[in-house]
């Protein structure tokens, strides 16, 4: 099996590997040229650039969540262009938002049948920590071949969820963190809450402070009450922090994770009720807000 996460070291060590892509995937939700705007200052050489809104989705519609699935012929061609052909291609993915976009594109690629992706552990922070080098210089396009179907039993959508949340074998997990599961805050969806039966396993506790990945046995002390269920449904805001649930599910060797794909802002789309809770505003940077 490729490896899933990589050092800083080994990132290093392999710059050259022509059969290495790596892939910035930094963003942030409150300003959306943000990340882009940072990889033009300084990334890691021969870094391509890929947008959580204009790459890694679809055009929000009225139903299906803030950040779609993306077009599959689209989101091959921007693979190809890059370089990237399929099953062949050594993808590396990192940010700067403890892995919640790189996890994005890790399951994304891998929803496409491209296994061979990895997430560059601790991120962007972590290979400047270390002092390896970082550019300005963009990477010309190259020739790839990318044309790949998607696995559509890896995703589910609110009428699945509906049918399957409440049986037994069954687990709902709400990515999001503790105070908009329990409906104390929602600074971005017009209604808090969690869908009914949901259980509530934030995604950033598969990481440490300084966002790196905990280890292979605390990844499966974190899922131990739910390895013997059928499936494991996760959702988040949009998503795609749900994907650094199933990153963890990977880590900790569990396969039975399925995306709910429009997560939160599909499912509350559809509720009568369309009134915005006040939003709880906290002095730290929001990066955690899918």
């Known amino acids: 099996m490729t490896q899933s996460l990589i050092s800083v070291d080994w990132l290093a060590e392999n710059l050259q590997n022509p059969n290495l892509k790596i892939i910035d995937c930094r963003f942030s939700l409150n300003d959306i040229n943000l990340g882009r705007q940072q990889y033009e200052k300084n990334h890691i ?15 929000v519609q009225k139903h299906g969540g803030r950040h779609p699935l993306p077009d599959r012929d689209i989101f091959c061609q921007k693979l190809a262009q890059i370089g990237i052909t ?12 403890f892995s919640a976009f790189a996890s994005r594109l890790w399951w994304l690629l891998r ?30 396009s190259e020739k790839g071949s990318f044309d790949a179907q998607p696995q559509t039993d890896w995703v589910y959508h609110r009428d699945q969820v509906r049918e399957l949340k409440d049986l037994s074998e069954i687990v709902l997990i709400d990515s999001r963190e503790g105070d908009r599961y329990r409906g104390e805050s929602e600074p971005i969806d017009p209604v808090a809450g969690h869908i ?14 300084k966002a790196y990945f905990k280890t292979s046995e605390d990844q499966q002390k974190r899922w131990l009450d739910y390895e013997d269920k059928k499936e494991i449904i ?20 569990i396969s039975k994770g399925k995306l709910y794909s429009g997560s939160w802002s599909d499912w509350c789309s559809y509720l009568k009720c369309q009134k915005r809770t006040p939003v709880k505003f906290h002095n730290k940077k929001n990066i955690n807000r899918n």
């Not at 399929?86 to 938002?97: R, S």
């Open 111 to 140: 929803y496409f049948g491209h296994e061979k992706v990895a997430i560059l552990n601790g991120g962007y922070s972590a290979w400047k920590t270390h002092n390896y080098p970082v550019t300005e210089v963009i990477p010309d």
């Open 234 to 253: 996760v959702y988040c805001g949009s998503g795609v922090t749900a994907c650094v649930n199933l990153f963890s599910l990977h880590l900790a060797g």
């Open 45 to 59: 050489l021969g870094a391509f650039y890929l947008d959580l809104n204009q790459d890694l989705s679809s055009s």
């Open 86 to 97: 399929l099953n062949e291609t050594f993808v590396i993915a990192y940010d700067d938002n």
């Open 196 to 209: 009914p039966g949901a259980i509530n396993l934030p995604w950033k506790t598969s990481l440490d402070e």
